[in-house]
């Protein structure tokens, strides 16, 4: 099992351009997030979702959008990147809320 | 707004030393408590959670953490830290089916 699984690793974008965040895991959880860490401010949730076709927003869900149209897959979309979303973006999944949050390797992006 | 404090930013210890980090949360009623690890350039990885029972708590790695409700804490420790120990921790809250809420973070460097 892969687990969750993010694309690309690492990623620069001009101003203005649109880019989608891949998430997928193999766990067969109802439960993903997104997550964006800066540094000294820990992380916080930019979208969540509970299952296939229900998504909410987070704490910091401006500038983003997401879907579910499986329990596989949670694509995060930026559509006009801003440099205030250069951040590491975290997927991370769950079987129920109680339970602990596996985490993805990350994507790192930059705006410039 | 309910909140995760981590108030040691930066914690510096040689090898040895004990180690104690501080999470404080402004939650009432019942709660699940967990700490997260994230090695460089890693992922976040769970430590230890609680969710009831026993107040102090065993994780991986030789890490303990004790919840104590009067106070809103759940501060972790580890008797004897060990290089490989040098990461980033994460303190996280959440209440019954709502979302995380993680603490800022503290970087421990632990100096050989």
């Known amino acids: 099992n892969a687990g969750v699984t993010q694309t690309p690793k690492f990623r620069i974008l001009k101003i203005g351009q649109s880019m989608t965040l891949q998430c997928t895991q193999d766990?067969?959880?109802?439960?993903m997030y997104w997550y964006r860490q800066d540094p000294g401010m820990g992380l916080k949730l930019i979208y969540y979702?509970?299952?296939?076709?229900?998504?909410d927003k987070g704490e910091v869900p401006n500038g983003y959008n997401v879907s579910r149209s499986t329990t596989e897959d949670f694509p995060l979309r930026l559509e006009l990147a801003a440099p205030s979303q250069t951040s590491v973006y975290f997927c991370?999944?769950?079987?129920?809320?109680?339970?602990?949050?596996?985490f993805g390797p990350g994507t790192r992006l930059t705006v410039l | 707004a309910q909140s995760v404090s981590q108030h040691n930013h930066h914690v510096i210890l040689s090898e040895a030393a004990s180690l104690e980090l501080g999470c404080n949360y402004s939650?009432?009623?019942?709660?699940?408590l967990f700490w997260y690890v994230q090695y460089p350039g890693q992922h976040l990885q769970l430590l230890l959670k609680y969710f009831s029972g026993d107040p102090l708590v065993k994780g991986i790695k030789g890490f303990e953490a004790e919840f104590i409700k009067s106070k809103f804490s759940f501060n972790l420790r580890k008797p004897s830290v060990q290089w490989s120990d040098t990461a980033e921790y994460f303190c996280a809250v959440n209440k019954g089916f709502q979302k995380l809420v993680f603490g800022t973070g503290t970087r421990l460097l632990v100096s050989p």
């Open positions: 991370a999944t769950t079987g129920t809320s109680r339970n602990e949050q596996f």
């Open positions: 979702s509970v299952g296939a076709g229900i998504t």
């Open positions: 939650y009432g009623g019942t709660v699940n």
């Open positions: 766990m067969n959880h109802n439960y």
